[in-house]
């Protein structure tokens, strides 16, 4: 065979071909499908760079960087993770502003009921010191007008003094539980 310049053969199906014959025949179909050949090219680049995944976004904690998918995805899980904590604090908080409710509540309960028991016996010492005064005035004071009177003074007395006792004795208890 001739070599006509050629240094390097290669035989393909039968068929002889100079290196420099194959860069030339690869050259020539280039020239003539050359559309073709750069639909080629960027359909190779285009799933090139869809094959390896390039995509980035901005990040969520560093807005100066970019973040892939699975850094993405980390940090969502450390954000969420926080704003898991910042809840917990947060409901932490309600149940001891709760609570603190609850006890200035049962304050209020005791203090209004206090205050509703001592004009109840103001009242009522009221009455009976009327019912004296008026018997005394009319002179109709005797032992049978005045002792329903004084029983009366004497069972107020009495229940003022189990008053007394009662509450402080839910004192005793309070303080006894809050220690």
């Known amino acids: 065979m001739h070599t006509s310049g050629c240094e390097v053969r290669l035989t393909l199906n039968g068929k002889a071909w100079c290196k420099m014959d194959v860069v030339h025949s690869i050259g020539k179909w280039i020239d003539h499908n ?5 639909a080629i090219i960027i359909f190779c680049l285009v799933g ?11 990040s969520l904690l560093n807005p100066e960087t970019k973040v892939n998918d699975v850094e993405l995805q980390q940090e969502i899980a450390v954000i969420q993770g926080t704003i898991a904590e910042k809840e917990a604090a947060i ?7 709760d609570a ?6 049962q304050k209020i309960e005791i203090a209004v009921e206090d205050l509703a028991k001592q004009a109840e016996m103001r009242q009522k ?3 009976i010191a009327g019912s004296l005064g008026t018997a005394a005035l009319t002179g109709g004071a005797t032992a049978s007008t005045v002792l329903p009177s004084v029983i009366a003074f004497g ?8 008053i007394a006792d009662n509450r402080r004795k839910n004192l005793i208890i309070k303080q ?4």
């Open 100 to 105: 603190e409710v609850d006890k200035y509540n």
């Open 48 to 58: 090139g760079w869809l094959l390896c995944g390039c995509v980035e976004t901005q």
């Open 155 to 162: 069972s107020l007395l009495a229940a003022g003094g189990t």
């Open 34 to 38: 050359r559309y073709q050949f750069m």
């Open 91 to 97: 409901n932490q908080a309600i149940s001891n502003l």
């Open 125 to 127: 010492v009221l009455e």
């Open 176 to 179: 006894q539980k809050d220690a």
